[in-house]
């Protein structure tokens, strides 16, 4: 069974565009969720996804937004960016939202310069 | 308000070396606790669950256990390729997301 893909692996961004990353889940997961990765914060929780509906969000400003579609497939967007945005993106997959262990992508290396 | 709290920040063994590493906890009602391998560059691989206190689960030189405040992740004669951070994470009862803790960076030296 294939893995969580992420697309595009490496990105670089000037501050004040914008940025979409995506996020292909398990085949059959119908929960994705996005973490922020970086040196000195670790792994931050950024929003969870269930059947297209956002079950959780975390400590991030506005400028972080995600959506998921029917097929589970989910996107983030990242708007003005500034250069504390840089940082190790990464989508995780479950079968269901709850107690369940998640599967992580490889992840998105996003650099604002 | 769930914490995870993993020590020590990082740890430098000899292969055949064995050791433990801790992940000490606080969260309302326990859901389950996972632990990650993360390999620098890439995204966590999933390792672990444990449920309830007293639980052992064993994958080829890794064990972890957990009690009602901490889980450990023993490590018996550890070889060059066991070197990772090691992540744990739990998750509590509620509708709530994973809270990871910082990590454990482990290096095995041949």
């Known amino acids: 069974k294939a893995g969580v893909t992420q697309t595009p692996r490496y990105l670089i961004k000037t501050r004040g565009q914008q940025v979409t990353l995506s996020c292909s889940p398990i085949s059959g997961h119908r929960s994705v969720s996005w973490y922020q990765q970086t040196p000195g914060q670790g792994l931050q929780f950024l929003f969870e996804?269930?059947?297209?509906?956002?079950?959780n969000k975390g400590n991030f400003p506005g400028r972080f937004s995600g959506r998921q579609f029917s097929n589970s497939r989910s996107e983030m967007n990242v708007s003005t960016l500034e250069l504390g945005d840089s940082a190790l993106y990464l989508c995780?997959?479950?079968?269901?939202?709850?107690?369940?262990?998640?599967?992580f992508g490889p992840g998105t290396r996003l650099t604002v310069t | 308000e769930d914490q995870v709290t993993q020590s020590p920040e990082a740890l430098r063994l000899q292969e055949g070396e064995s050791s433990s590493l801790n992940c000490s906890y606080t969260v309302s009602g326990l859901r389950g606790l996972f632990w990650y391998r993360q390999d620098p560059g890439k995204g966590p691989e999933f390792l672990f669950t444990l449920y309830s206190a007293g639980e052992e689960k064993e994958k080829e030189r890794l064990k972890a256990t957990l009690t009602k405040k901490e889980s450990f992740l023993h490590i018996t004669a550890p070889k060059p390729e066991d070197s990772a951070t090691y992540l744990c994470?739990?998750?509590?009862?509620?509708?709530?997301?994973?809270?990871f803790g910082k990590g454990t960076r482990l290096s095995v030296i041949a």
């Open positions: 995780a997959s479950s079968p269901f939202t709850g107690g369940y262990e998640q599967y």
């Open positions: 994470a739990v998750r509590n009862s509620g509708n709530t997301p994973l809270v």
């Open positions: 996804y269930f059947s297209e509906t956002q079950r």
